[in-house]
């Protein structure tokens, strides 16, 4: 067993502000959005604490930024911006008037504007829309592209408040902020006849990383769905955004309560539905997270993604990651408490042990298509390297699996449970490193119940958080009661494929088969590998996963498919062209790479304008028309 090494109090690496001697408190934007320029511009300002004695300057991260003044304590002044950094962008160096003492303020404004280059807005026409009628905005900050939407310190190491108004240039708009609405009211719904702009005004006085900063602007409109949720969408989507979510979106709430014995802390929770090009399946905005429509089966069956989202509400967005090496911190734990909420309320330890079995199959092809050092869970970033490249469902699934260990270690829920709650309690509003968790657990344990210390101690501490090999170092045991039946078939289409007796199969099959069992089935088919393009033509006859509507199921019908039977590469390409998730878009165009390298190379190019610039950067990466890092 290797000795655990903590990498120590390791500042992030991924920013080029002076953060540990100078940080943002609170953030107040005045912003206009120019649907004609496509640009956001306005006014940003810092509320700036000195962290230690004698500061000078405060040093900011910018991205395709256009500075047109900045001012200290309402004074002009001057300013640097220097070279721009490849990946981080430029620094913005603004020397201040005196130097401060620790615990002194300043604030300081830059009037500014975004640019064409800008990485995190997506800026969509009325066109790629359901309604057809207005242009849409979003914005999409995580891990490091806030720089290109406000000038920042832009690490999830500093935390802040935040207050903005926003106009818009266009009519009838209606602008969300990741924050509580302030003016108008939730139910207002502009005309489209105003004489003057409309100012959308919020606050959100919970401390968050600038990732979460985030601005969506179109057709919107709003339903409830409980006394704290409720969902926005486009108009024609409205009705089906509510059949999906009403049932959901309140029970997972207070299901997470229960579980970690502390109230959501964010006044509301609102999901709201983006167009297809929204690179995630969610992302946790506080007030307005967002959510992909490829969730809108029509059967509730890929809710789950809301449980997600809103256990960030404990973890990732009150108890946040200081670097993205500890990155794990965030999805890690959020995983673990989603699965503990579908536990609480679909079907027990059944349906936990369901959801960590599809997990774990996507945490296999992540292994082995990642570089070795962005499978463990705390990475070794150095200065400059790009975080988005160590994306993957790493940090979710093995940090999950992680913690599903540990709770096995030390006896059970019901002896883990009171540690989970206390480590929340313990760091809420904080934002921490690995070694700051690790500390924290062996301390809690020693006072509390150390009766647990020895099996902690004997955890392969190493191998968990920097272990590089494609593998977990201990393999969990799940409850395998949801997936039998699944597996069940998929032997008999193994034991058929190899006698060749293809015929006996039928729809009638999957009767009774929720869409989570139809995915590990054809999971459990792509792991075997012994099919050949006669019992892929067989399993289509069967089954007509081709033409499925449903995100997961299709995926998984590729991955199994394409490689053997590129017959369907067609009919993938027309679907991944309206299909803005990263977890379906860029494993797809990866498959299509491997059958036909220039089609798909062609399909990316003709449908380029539709994705988000974050999903643009590493599709091109994924099909060969960039160079990724090797490392």
Known sequence: MAEYIARGDRPDTATQSNYREIRTNHLHFDWTIDWAKQLVEGEVVHTLEAQTDGVSEAVLDASYLELRHVAVDGKKSDYELKPRHPVLGNALHVPLPRPLKRGETVKLAIDYSTTAQCTSLGWLGAHQTPSKTLPFLYSQSQAIHSRSLFPCMDTPAVKISYSGVVRSSLPGVTVL????????????????????????????????????????AGNLKFASTGKRTGVWSDPLQLDACVH????????????AERIMDAPYDWESWHGVILPPSFPYGGMENPQTTYLT?????????????????????????????????????NEGWTTYLERLIIRDCKGGEPARGFSYIIGRTALQASFKEMPPRYRALEIDYEFGDDPDEGFSTVPYDRGSNFLLYLERTVGGLDAWLPYVRAYFKTFAGRSITTSDWREHLFAWF????????????????????????????????????????????????????????????????????????????????????????????????????????????????????????????????QWVSVLGRMKFCRPTFRLLHAVDPAFAQSTYAQHKAFYHPLARGLIEKDIGLTARSSA
């Open 446 to 573: 020693k006072k509390h119940d150390p009766s647990k210390l020895e099996a902690l101690e004997a955890v392969d501490w190493e191998a968990w958080i920097h272990g590089t090999e494609p593998s977990l170092p201990v393999e969990n045991k799940y409850d395998t009661s949801l997936a039998d039946a699944a597996f069940a078939l998929a032997d008999r289409w193994v034991q058929a494929a190899k006698s060749g007796k293809l015929t006996q199969f039928s729809r009638g099959d999957l009767e009774g088969f929720t869409s989570g069992q139809s995915v590990v089935f054809l999971e459990r088919l792509a792991a075997k590998g012994t099919f050949d393009a006669a019992a892929i033509e067989a399993v289509e006859k069967a089954y007509g996963f081709d033409g499925t509507q449903n995100t997961e199921i299709r995926l998984r019908w590729y991955i199994f498919a394409l490689p053997t039977a590129p017959r369907f590469a067609k009919s993938a390409a």
């Open 293 to 329: 429509p490829t969730l809108l089966a029509g059967d509730r069956s890929l809710v789950d993604v809301v449980a997600h989202e809103q256990a960030h509400s404990w973890f990732g967005n009150h108890l946040s990651c200081a670097a993205w090496s500890s990155f794990w911190l």
């Open 177 to 216: 902020l990741s924050a509580r609405r302030v003016s108008p009211p939730t139910d207002f719904v502009p005309t489209g006849r105003e004489d003057k702009p409309i100012e959308w005004r919020y606050n959100q006085p919970t401390l968050v990383p600038c990732y979460l900063v985030a601005i969506c």
């Open 244 to 255: 999906e979510f009403k049932d959901d979106n309140e029970r997972f709430l207070e299901s």
